[in-house]
């Protein structure tokens, strides 16, 4: 029997920690509080996302993202794969929508532009390998936001306490 198996339930409810604090562990765990973290308006139109976990080294974003019902946004590329688990309402590309209930995963290396449904907000879970970049007129790509991007502007935004900082010494070259 390992360790946390001999954990009673009830011992686990003492050791509860702050139901509205997100608490990070030295073996890295994380219990991320969801509810309690600010929305911070982001670079889609109608956008706004939670940041809940990053892992640099493998440039993965973890966020609910929210946008408002009836957007058409603006194209964007795909560095990686993006999985989007639908929590409410509804959005597709050319494929068609994804509802309720549905995982809509976008391809790595592709740009194309959502459409929200019209009936609900939107919100999702969103797992991101590599981040997304804005794509200009002329097809190339703008920019990319990385977990970093999204950590800095969830942390202007008093969002991302429960984050690990980036290295210090990368910071020393920003
Ligand atoms: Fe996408």
Request: with cysteine.
């Amino acid at each position: 029997m390992n360790q946390a198996a001999e954990i009673s339930y009830e011992k686990l409810i003492e050791m509860g920690h702050d139901p509205k604090q997100s608490v990070r562990f030295p073996d890295k765990s994380v219990i991320v509080r969801c509810e309690h973290i600010p929305w911070t308006p982001w670079a889609l139109k109608g956008s706004s996302f939670k940041l809940l976990y990053v892992n640099r080294a493998i440039g993965m974003t973890v966020a609910l993202i929210k946008i408002e019902k009836g957007t058409q946004t603006e194209k964007h590329f795909h560095f990686g794969e993006a999985h989007a688990y639908v929590l409410s309402g509804a959005f597709g590309y050319e494929h068609g929508l994804a509802y309720e209930g549905d995982l809509l995963v976008e391809g790595g290396g592709i740009a194309h532009e959502p459409r929200i449904g019209d009936d609900a907000d939107l919100i999702t879970f969103t797992i991101f390998f590599g981040g997304l970049g804005g794509v200009k007129e002329d097809g190339t790509v703008d920019g990319c936001m990385s977990c970093d991007a999204m950590y800095e502007m969830a942390k202007a935004n008093g969002a991302a306490d429960h984050i690990e900082p980036p290295p210090v010494a990368r910071q020393a070259h920003g």
